[in-house]
C-alpha cells in the first residue's frame, strides 16, 4: 500500500510546514463564546468542510476524530465535551501528533475554559484504530477517506462502526465527484494524498455507508470543491469537485434500506386536515414533513395531486419521517 506511505510523508511535510493554502476548507470556522483558536491551528486547517455539529454533541459525548490536522476540530469538540479524555485524537503521523500537541498547548493558554487532559492524543490509524468497541459517541474525519482505495475503505469504515456506540453518529467531510475520475489520475498518488483523485460519486459514497451497516444517512452540506480543468489534470472537460458533509447513524438498517435524508419534504394540501399513508408518515395540512429519499419515492409514487414531494437541497438538519 505505497499509497498510504505516500500520504504519510505527505502530511509529514505539512505538519513541519504548513501550508493555509493546502486544501480548499468551504465551511466557515465556528464563532463560539469564549473560543480563541491559534493562527497556526488555523493556518493547518487541511480539510474540505467540517464535522462539527451542535446537534451531535449533547450530554458530554466521548468523540473519536481520526486524522488530527492541526487540532482545530479537536478543540472545537473540546469546546462540547468538557471531560477528561473526552476526545481521543487518531494519528498515523508522528509529526502531525506533535504539531496538534503544541497547537492545543497555545490553546490552553489562550482558552480559560480548556484543559490540555480534554484531548486525548494516540498514535494510531484509520485502520485499526486500537479503540474498544462500542466506545464513543461521535466519530468524525474530515477530507480522510477520500484518500483510500475502495478495500482499505471500506475497512477503515468497519473500525469507525465497531468503535461506536449502538445510535452513535460518524460524521464527515470529503470531496466527490460527479463522474468516476479517469483511472490515470486516481493512480496519482500525490494527488490521492491531496484530497483530490480519491474522490467517489455521490452514489458510491454513501453506498459504501450504507454498505457498513450504517441505517441513517443525513446529507448536510454539499458545496462546491475545487474545479479539475484538463490543462493541469488528465481530464477531457472540467469536472467539478464538492465538498460533501454527512452524518451516518449506527441506527438498525430498516428493512426495506436505509434512510438517506437529502433535504426533502412532503407537503399534503388536501380537504381533510392530514393524510395518514398507513406507513407511519403522518402528513399535516399546509406542514411540510422532512422525509428520507425512500419515503419520498413512495408519496411520488402514490399520484396524489394533494401531495407535492420537493426535491433534494442537500441540506438537511433534523426532524422528518423515520
Known amino acids: 500500500m505505497s499509497y498510504l506511505q505516500t500520504t504519510k510523508d505527505f502530511y509529514k511535510e505539512a505538519a513541519e510546514n504548513p501550508d493555509r493554502g493546502l486544501c480548499c476548507t468551504t465551511s466557515p470556522v465556528w464563532k463560539l463564546p469564549g473560543l480563541q483558536i491559534p493562527q497556526k491551528m488555523l493556518d493547518m486547517n487541511y480539510g ?13 459525548p466521548t468523540v473519536l476524530y481520526v486524522g488530527v490536522g492541526g487540532g482545530l476540530e479537536l478543540l472545537q469538540f473540546a469546546y462540547f465535551s468538557r471531560k477528561p ?10 509529526e502531525m501528533l506533535s504539531a496538534s500537541r503544541e497547537n492545543l498547548l497555545e490553546a490552553a493558554g489562550m482558552n480559560e475554559w480548556f484543559e490540555q487532559s480534554y484531548v486525548d492524543l494516540r498514535s494510531g490509524d484509520a485502520l485499526d484504530l486500537g479503540i474498544e468497541d462500542e466506545s464513543v459517541d461521535v466519530a468524525a474525519q474530515n477530507c480522510l477517506f ?16 465497531r468503535a461506536l456506540k449502538p445510535h452513535g453518529r460518524l460524521t464527515l467531510s470529503d470531496p466527490i465527484t460527479p463522474e468516476p475520475l479517469p483511472q490515470k489520475l486516481q493512480d496519482d498518488e500525490k494527488l490521492r494524498a491531496m484530497c483530490v483523485s480519491g474522490a467517489q460519486t455521490y452514489e458510491s459514497y454513501i453506498s459504501a455507508l450504507t454498505d457498513t451497516g450504517f441505517g441513517t444517512v443525513e446529507i448536510r452540506a454539499r458545496r462546491p470543491y475545487r474545479l479539475l480543468d484538463p490543462e493541469r489534470y488528465d481530464v477531457k472537460q472540467p469536472i467539478l469537485l464538492e465538498s460533501l458533509e454527512i452524518a451516518a447513524i449506527k441506527d438498525p438498517m ?59 437541497t442537500f441540506f438537511y438538519d433534523g426532524g422528518g419521517c423515520c
Open 48 to 60: 474540505c468542510g467540517t464535522t462539527v455539529h451542535h446537534r451531535d454533541l449533547t450530554d458530554n
Open 146 to 161: 477520500n484518500i483510500f482505495k475502495m478495500d482499505d475503505l471500506k475497512r477503515a469504515l468497519a473500525e469507525m462502526y
Open 254 to 312: 430498516p428493512a426495506d434500506g436505509p434512510c438517506v435524508f437529502t433535504g426533502r419534504t412532503a407537503i399534503y394540501f388536501g380537504s381533510d386536515d392530514s393524510f395518514d399513508d398507513g406507513a407511519g408518515h403522518m402528513l399535516q395540512r399546509d406542514m411540510p414533513l422532512a422525509v428520507c429519499d425512500k419515503t419520498a419515492a413512495k408519496f411520488e409514487a402514490l399520484g396524489r395531486k394533494d401531495i407535492i414531494v420537493t426535491p433534494s
Open 85 to 94: 479524555g473526552g476526545v481521543i485524537g487518531v494519528d498515523s503521523v508522528p
